[in-house]
């Protein structure tokens, strides 16, 4: 049976086409595209999604597997089996902004894509905050005033150093995942263990 995957978009995709050409598999088809967001190879559909969509589609059952950001995963809770990491994709999660405003003495403002983490970290710190939603750039928020700091994904830490700003605190760190719906993973088992047996053992080896 031939096995659906869906791959997030932009960073990742890349990231992951590369992974796949490591282990051997042509990727010629995927390489040369265009913009086509369905793209047939011989014993796999590819998708080609937004993060959040792509969990979605793998909820749903209309793809056997997804690749994703671990920032999805904690932020959308989607219902799919979380297989494994991937050695790609990592960055972690910060909290972010300027020291002088660390230690305000009222209640802070965060920035952030991502509420419900924001939510959970500072639960946890049992520290009260209003949750700012922003879709990107979040840096901007500290900077004109919008936040007094930020929960974001931090890489190189470029952004935050060319904007002036400075990790506050690690939230947590972040990989690519492979997931895959609950129901395939049972009925496609013979077409999907040999393909997640592969990354399995790259993975493992690495
Ligand atoms: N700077 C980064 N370095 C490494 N991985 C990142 C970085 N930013 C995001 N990611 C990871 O890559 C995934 C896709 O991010 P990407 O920025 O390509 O899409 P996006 O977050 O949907 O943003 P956009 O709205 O710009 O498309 C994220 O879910 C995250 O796991
Ligand atoms: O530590 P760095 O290597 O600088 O990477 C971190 C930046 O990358 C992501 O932004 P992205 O480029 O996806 O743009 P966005 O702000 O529109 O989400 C993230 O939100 C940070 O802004």
Same mark, same amino acid.
Not at 33 to 52: C, D, N, P, Q, Y
Not at 131 to 139: C, F, Y
């Given at each position: 049976?031939?096995?659906?995957?869906?791959?997030?978009?932009?960073?990742?995709?890349?990231?992951?086409?590369?992974?796949?050409?490591?282990?051997?598999? =042509?990727? !010629?088809?995927?390489?040369?595209?265009?913009?086509?967001?369905?793209? !047939? &190879? !011989?014993?796999?559909?590819?998708?080609?999604?937004?993060?959040?969509?792509? &969990?979605?589609?793998?909820?749903?059952?209309?793809?056997?597997?997804?690749?994703?950001?671990?920032?999805?995963?904690? !932020?959308?809770?989607?219902?799919?089996?979380?297989?494994?990491?991937?050695?790609?994709?990592?960055?972690?999660?910060?909290?972010?902004?300027?020291?002088?405003?660390?230690?305000?003495?009222?209640?802070?403002?965060?920035?952030?894509?991502?509420?419900?983490?924001?939510?959970?970290?500072?639960?946890?710190?049992?520290?009260?905050?209003?949750?700012?939603?922003?879709?990107?750039?979040?840096?901007?928020?500290?900077?004109?005033?919008?936040?007094?700091?930020?929960?974001?994904?931090?890489?190189?830490?470029?952004?935050?150093?060319?904007?002036?700003?400075?990790?506050?605190?690690?939230?947590?760190?972040?990989?690519?995942?492979?997931?895959? =719906?609950?129901?395939?993973?049972?009925?496609?088992?013979?077409?999907?263990?040999?393909?997640?047996?592969?990354?399995?053992?790259?993975?493992?080896?690495?």
């Amino acid at each position: 049976m031939k096995i659906n995957i869906a791959l997030t978009k932009g960073r990742l995709e890349k990231q992951f086409l590369q992974y796949l050409k490591s282990l051997g598999f =042509n990727i !010629e088809p995927l390489e040369n595209k265009g913009r086509k967001l369905f793209v !047939e &190879a !011989e014993e796999m559909t590819f998708i080609f999604a937004k993060g959040v969509d792509v &969990a979605t589609y793998v909820e749903y059952g209309i793809c056997d597997l997804g690749i994703i950001g671990e920032d999805i995963l904690v !932020e959308y809770q989607p219902d799919v089996f979380d297989l494994l990491p991937l050695p790609f994709g990592k960055c972690r999660f910060a909290l972010a902004g300027k020291k002088s405003l660390e230690n305000v003495q009222r209640k802070r403002r965060i920035a952030t894509k991502y509420p419900n983490i924001t939510h959970r970290y500072f639960r946890q710190k049992q520290e009260s905050v209003d949750i700012v939603k922003l879709e990107g750039s979040v840096e901007l928020a500290p900077i004109l005033g919008l936040a007094d700091a930020i929960v974001d994904i931090v890489e190189t830490g470029t952004t935050l150093k060319e904007n002036g700003l400075e990790i506050l605190d690690e939230v947590q760190p972040i990989t690519a995942r492979l997931i895959a =719906n609950r129901s395939a993973l049972k009925i496609k088992k013979s077409s999907l263990d040999p393909f997640i047996k592969k990354l399995q053992q790259e993975v493992i080896f690495k």
